[in-house]
């Protein structure tokens, strides 16, 4: 499967943004996807992660209650709402995919687990 991330940009403290992330190829609906980041100097870091029936999502402490994530496997997307946007937030998201387990329970938060990647998108929160 290929992905591409888009919707980053410039926004101030305080703001919300939509990220997209399309896929081609293989059946999307296959597959786990989810989100990372990573901010300059720094580690790739687990924002959250959606099983591959939408079923169970999961998130980085740091981001539940500003972020949600969605997908849309009809439209072989996957989305990343953020609002109460912090410069913290400032980073390259990723939008990332690995095949999905049978029942689509259990979300992963490493992105060793992740075989697929897109080329990021970047974020930057003003204060």
């Known amino acids: 499967v290929q992905l591409q991330a888009s919707g980053g940009g410039l926004v101030q403290d305080g703001g919300s943004l939509r990220l997209s992330c399309a896929a081609s190829?293989?059946?999307?609906?296959?597959?786990?996807v989810g989100w990372f980041r990573q901010a300059p100097g720094k580690e790739r870091e687990f924002v959250g992660a959606?099983?591959?029936?939408?079923?169970?999502?999961y998130y980085a402490d740091s981001m539940k209650g500003r972020f949600t994530i969605s997908r849309d496997n009809a439209m072989k997307s996957l989305y990343l709402q953020m609002d109460s946007l912090m410069p913290e937030d400032t980073a390259v998201y990723y939008c990332?995919?690995?095949?999905?387990?049978?029942?689509?329970?259990?979300?992963?938060?490493?992105?060793?687990?992740?075989?697929?990647w897109g080329q990021g998108t970047e974020v930057t929160v003003s204060s």
């Open positions: 959606i099983t591959w029936n939408g079923g169970n999502t």
């Open positions: 990332a995919a690995r095949r999905g387990d049978f029942y689509g329970r259990r979300v992963y938060a490493e992105y060793q687990r992740y075989n697929y």
């Open positions: 190829g293989d059946t999307f609906s296959r597959y786990d």
